[in-house]
């Protein structure tokens, strides 16, 4: 992706809440406009005053968590940095003392990857790697269906030996991936080795924008019930695309009733986050922000539900920031019942800003509430169904991830038990007439 798109896409959304800003104004306050201008021809110190006039204009707490912020820019400015990295090491610490970890300074390699992890899209070729425990080989985990690599054949399991002739061996997963990331319509070649064939091959792949798949589905079944299975990795800006579909077909698939399994799901962007809320109800409040002026902004549901069949939400304490604005909205509301254990309790929102030299930073600018006004903040929501995985539950799975979202699988195993107990406490109507037709 390019930069000019990229930064577009992040200036409609930011994470957990609120618009981001696309490009930060560099203000100047304060006495001292000459020598400021003065320090500011030096370009590291542009950059952390560019960064450090951002937090002063919305950061959440007025007071910067008791930190005397204007003297913390001059000590910023009067030092002198031989290189980027020792601005940036500098204004990271400065950032730390406002006690916040969610407002933080990324370097320009850092930013693109989360540019990227929002966008939910890459430029590539479409292929999940790891590096093989046993044989240390870069290892294609999957290829991304209907992508450059799934077209040409490449396969699970396969090892990726060279990539543009260079070898990968000792290849860490993110060094192989920046090598074969790049320009829309350029090529890459790798060289393949298949499992169990001594021989290799090379392929040439042409380079598309990727969407990353971030919802999984299933249909499940139990007993006499069809389970609508829909797993949520993360709140990207692909997300609520590939949740209506998945919601769509699988009501087509005629399921009695839905488990939203949001394990794991560390957030995302508030704005998918509500899109995704609204596909599950009609009506009620589904968040609440607060900002440091006092502003507070509800937002609800607009009529546009997919379905009311009924669903049991899964979540555990990696569960965190937009899964808890989703989870908060339909426990509230009472549209769902959410099962698992304790979520993470992140209820603070960040924008995202892009800096001058590429480099990006986040900045808490907003306190968000449940719809029934629960401050969830370090203390997460409660399942109305408590299980917790016991030790040995988490090795088990850990060793054999098919084990997920399988009887086998507590949590999992519970939900559907659940969702069992909604099922037949219905009217004895045709439940799978539930679906919603706009």
Known sequence: MNRSSKHQSLSKVALCGGAVAATAVLYLFGPGLGRVRAALQDSPKAILDEAWQIVHREYVDG????????????KLLDKTY???QEAYAALRKTLEKLNDPYTRFMDPKQFEALSNQTAGEVSGVGIRLEVNEQTKALTVVEPIDNSPASRAGIQSGDHILAINGKPTKGMSVEDASSLIRGEVGTKVSLEIRRAADPSSFTVSLMRARIELPTVRYAVKQD??????????????????????????????????????????????????????????????????????????????ANQSALTKLPMVVLVDGNSASSSEILTGALKDNGRATVVGSQTFGKALVQSVHNLADGSGLAVTIAHYYTPKGTDISQKG????????????????????PKLFATPQDPQYAKAVAELEKIILAQPNTPSRTSMVNH
């Open 381 to 400: 929501i409660a399942p109305d169904v408590k299980v917790d995985l016991t030790e040995a539950d988490q090795k088990k799975l850990a060793a054999n």
């Open 63 to 74: 007071s910067f968590n008791r930190v005397n912020w204007p003297a913390e820019r001059q």
């Open 223 to 300: 007993n006499k019930n069809r389970i609508g299975y829909i797993r949520l990795n993360e709140f990207s800006a692909h997300a609520a695309d590939q949740m209506r579909r998945a919601i769509e077909d699988l009501s087509k698939q005629n399921v009695d009733g839905f488990v939203l399994d949001l394990r794991g799901n560390p957030g995302g962007l508030l704005q998918s986050s509500i899109e995704i809320s609204r596909m599950w109800m009609d009506q009620g409040a589904i968040v609440r922000t607060v900002d440091r002026k006092g502003r507070d902004e509800e937002v609800t």
């Open 82 to 84: 031989t290189s980027k």
